[in-house]
């Protein structure tokens, strides 16, 4: 066994017992990651500029095509915005052995996603283990880093980490425990290298959202259909289901529900881990609300006249809810969502809550609609 192997008579150096902890405590970060930012993050020149000029014609972009031709591939064979042309990068700088005296030194004195590898040189696995970890330094290179560990050679790791069999990995960003692993099943470690690379790029993924949010204040439709772009083809972010969700709504918003439904259908297909990030639960709740407007096949003007002839036709201020809600009258689509719970709170198999729920994921609970709304509706379910 691997701790007889480890035994030995060495004084024990002190490891930092709040990290030991911090390891040995830490849950999986699995589907829990959201993009807390403020304001700030673009309050300076510098982002601002940088993506004032993402149209320019020396950037990559690729689009999502439709007959519309609100997005269109191409590429200009020049370097993404977060490049550094000038910087040539080699692996061996993202790939080091460490020992017990630079140990939490290398690893949590660093900001960048970071996979330390405990391992023992005579377990074949070990080293196929590193094999694989290697091959994603490489493929993102400059982004993630990759540290090893004999703990054959440093025994107090394994007695401080209780470490019972290896390759043994700890996933860290910014000098924090994010999760570990050990055995030689790689199950679960790419969905682990992709969640610290995007909490490694929380900021810049930040700053890409808000830059996006206001190019569409702004009307400059294309100048965020870009912005969320980038979001995809920048692998490194590990974001593409941001810049999906981003483009979905924009595709709303164009009346483009066709091409919605289809980003909707590859968020799900592809990111069935992501569907609880919040940009995500808006997208997804938008385009249901929106299809639901688009079944009924009956204009406003129709649907109000219906109602003010008979109040109680609850199918009718249902679709009139939807069709508000396509129209970007929020405020009325809620009114009609709740007039169907005061008059029946469970119709049509509590179709008016769900809906409800739907149209405050879509707007976002930040939303003062959607505060309202919940005040209201509490006032109305609970009574």
């Known amino acids: 066994m691997l701790v007889r192997r480890l035994h030995t008579t060495l004084t024990k150096r002190a490891i930092s017992q709040s990290i030991v902890n911090a390891i040995n405590k830490n849950k999986p970060a699995f589907n829990t990651m959201n993009l807390n930012f403020n304001s700030n993050v ?56 460490i020992n017990i005296e630079n140990f939490e030194k290398s690893i949590f004195d660093n900001p960048m996603p970071t996979m330390t590898l405990c391992y023992v040189p005579w377990k074949p696995e070990c080293q196929t283990m590193k094999d694989k970890l290697t091959s994603y330094v490489k493929e993102n290179l400059g982004h993630l880093r990759l540290l090893t560990i004999n703990v054959e050679e440093n025994p107090e790791i394994a007695e401080a980490f209780q470490i019972v069999d290896v390759p043994y990995i700890i996933f860290t960003v910014n000098g924090t425990p994010i999760d570990k692993v050990f055995g030689t099943t790689d199950k679960g470690l790419e969905q682990r290298i992709n969640i610290i690379l995007r909490l490694g790029s929380k ?14 204040q702004e ?25 999906l969700a981003g483009l979905t709504l924009v595709a709303l918003r164009e009346k483009d529900n066709q091409l919605a439904i289809d980003l909707v259908n590859k968020i799900k297909a592809e990111h ?37 002839s008979d109040p109680n036709d609850l199918q009718s201020r249902y679709d009139l809810a939807t069709n508000y809600f396509s129209i970007g009258q ?48 509490s006032s109305i379910w609970f009574l």
């Open 203 to 216: 900021n810049q993924i930040a700053e890409y959202l808000m830059a996006a949010d206001k190019f569409l």
């Open 330 to 377: 929020h405020e009325k689509a809620v009114n009609e969502a709740l007039e169907i719970l005061k008059r029946d709170k469970t119709w049509n198999e509590e179709a008016a809550r769900k809906l409800l729920i739907d149209i405050f994921a879509a707007l976002g609970s930040d939303n003062e609609i959607t505060k309202n709304g919940r005040r209201r509706f």
């Open 272 to 308: 069935p881990t992501d569907l609880e990030i919040p940009l995500v639960k808006k997208a997804i709740s938008a385009v249901l609300v929106t299809s639901s407007a688009n079944s009924s096949n009956v204009d406003v003007t129709t649907l109000q006249e219906k109602i003010k």
């Open 42 to 97: 673009l309050n300076n020149a510098s982002s601002m500029q940088r993506f004032s000029q993402i149209n320019n014609s020396t950037m990559n972009t690729r689009y999502f095509h439709t007959s519309a031709s609100l997005f269109s591939e191409q590429s200009s064979g020049q370097k993404n915005v977060d490049k550094n042309e000038n910087t040539v990068l080699d692996v061996s700088d993202f790939i080091h052995e």
């Open 219 to 243: 009307n400059k439709v294309q100048n965020a259909v870009e912005t969320y772009n980038q979001l995809i083809i920048n692998k490194h972010l590990r974001a593409e289901v941001y810049g």
